[in-house]
């Protein structure tokens, strides 16, 4: 609370006393004071001088008037008569006679006492004084000498001062005194210098803690805020147009309405042998748990080897082999214990045109479940698959059914079936590029280039080995000269072990061929090969009659013969 007086450095006619000055030992009743001053001039800060007499008073600067404070008359609880002057009054006042001079002591006054708020703190009293500014005898600094304590007969007035009544002293505000002892404040001095202020303490560590809790929970707002843009993509939802669910349902002449109809009639087998295992496909021919797929699928499982066949929904059995045939290409096998087989139904390879569209569906490389789709790309391509082993005996030959649909390894005896999800071939070759192997020793992949056994032929063959073990080939009974280079099949001069290369009373002996003579057509197609000979031979069936065209001697001669029949391999 501020006093009222200016804490500038404007001159002021009072004074803090010199060093070595006296100073009032009884706060509560204030008594005359006699100021004991040194015999030499002391300048006052504000710029007046004050004469060496010790009760001179300070003189102030030209440029201000002395102003007096107004004097506060005190309440006396018992009034005391002044004694007689020893003189006349004198009418200017002149000190020591006249009115108390500027040095006397000024009389005490007292703030009024406000009722705090509640809560408020109650400051304490000035340290090292008696709460009215004077300082107290046992905290004194050191140094500070007490002044004496008149009596009345050593009043300078030699007067009897007007006592006055003690004011109980105030906790809340505190008494300013110009003469207290340095350093006093003017107003609430809080805690002595240099100590700690608990209550700045407690409010700095409430407000870290605040910051500490505004600062987490800011960074979980953040992160929050963070997440979802990152999964949102911005603070602005956006949704993108989207057609509907619809029931699923394919017109059955799509892809996907010939796979949802063939795919529970396909199935995975793995076959493991002693030496080396491999992967491929078949399809189920009837509710007994009969399988047809290629011969060189179930070859590497030998006499002693395992066939897994797993099924479209997952399921897994057993299988043994029924029958193969090398000379075509093809094996059944058999599941027991199987319930709820699908039979794919067979279609007619005859009725097949070039342009059709066709699915293939397969396991390429173990992946089971495969549909690639395309178109039949020729019809009647004669080719010959096999010959590892090198004696002619694993070599098979096929009138097949050329296709783009993707084929590859793995897709060996799956179905090729129609828009009417009818089986009209099974997968069995692909031509390759360059040498048909990759860089890492297996076989390339599908070029476009793919060749189906016609359904037609499978079917004969399948009942075949499944009615008798074995399947019959269609012969003429002749041996042909495998390397004539010409244009035709050329039948041999000398057969196997020198015997003739007609067979006697065989069905080309009985038609009239010679050795020597040059098959150039059956039944009107165009022969190039004796490759091409016996794969137009392979494609009917034993019983049925031939038109044959042949060269002799530069004469083209036609017969008719009916083919017999040998047991394959």
Known sequence: MEDGKSTGSKAKWWSRPAPGRTARTAPDEPSPVEDALPTADVTDPAGGTRAAAPDAPLQPPAA??????????????????????????????????????????????????????????????????????VPDAGTAAPGFTPPPQHSPAQHPLGAQPVLQPQQPQSTQWLQYDPWGAPRQPLTDPGPPLGAGNGRKKSRRGSLLIGAVLLALVAGGIGGGIGSYI?????????????????????????????????????????????????????????????????NHVVAPAGSSGEITVTFSGGETARAEVVGKDSGYDLAVVKVTGVSGLKPLPLGNSDNVQVGDPVVAIGA????????????????????????????????????????????????????????????????????????????????????????????????????????TGKATHPVIGVTLDMKYTGDGAKVGAKGAAGKSAVAPDGPGARAGIKPGDVITAVDGQRVHSGEELIVKIRAHRPGDRLDLTLTRGGKDLSISLTLGSATGT
Not at 271 to 276: A, D, I, K, L, M
Not at 419 to 443: C, L, P, W
């Open 64 to 133: 201000e008037p002395v102003v007096r404070p107004p004097a506060v008359e005190p309440v006396a609880s018992v009034p005391a008569a002044r004694p007689a002057p020893l003189h006349e009054p004198d009418e200017y006042s002149t000190p020591p006679y006249g009115g108390p001079g500027p040095w006397a002591p000024a009389p005490p006054v007292q703030r009024p006492v406000p009722t705090p708020a509640h809560g408020t703190p109650v400051p304490p009293q000035y340290a090292a004084t008696n709460g009215a500014g």
């Open 230 to 294: 990152e999964r949102n993509g911005g603070l602005t939802r956006v949704e993108l147009p989207q057609a509907g669910r619809n029931s699923g349902g394919r017109a059955p002449d799509s892809v996907a309405g010939i796979a949802a109809s063939a795919l529970p009639s396909v199935v995975t087998l793995h076959v493991s042998g002693t030496t080396e295992s491999g992967t491929g496909t078949g399809f189920v021919l009837d509710n007994r748990g009969h399988i047809l797929t290629n």
């Open 364 to 467: 390429p490389f173990d992946l089971s479940n495969t549909v690639t789709s395309g178109i039949i790309s020729a019809k009647d391509r004669p080719i010959t698959a096999g010959g590892e082993k090198g004696d002619g005996s694993d070599i098979s030959y096929v009138d097949a059914l050329q296709t783009d649909a993707p084929i590859n390894p793995g897709n060996s005896g799956g179905p090729l079936v129609d828009t009417d999800a009818h089986v009209i071939g099974i997968n069995s070759a692909i031509r390759a590029a360059d040498n048909g192997s990759s860089t890492e020793g297996g076989q390339a992949g599908s070029i476009g280039l793919g060749f189906a056994i016609p359904i037609n032929q499978g079917k004969r063959v399948a009942e075949e080995l499944i009615n």
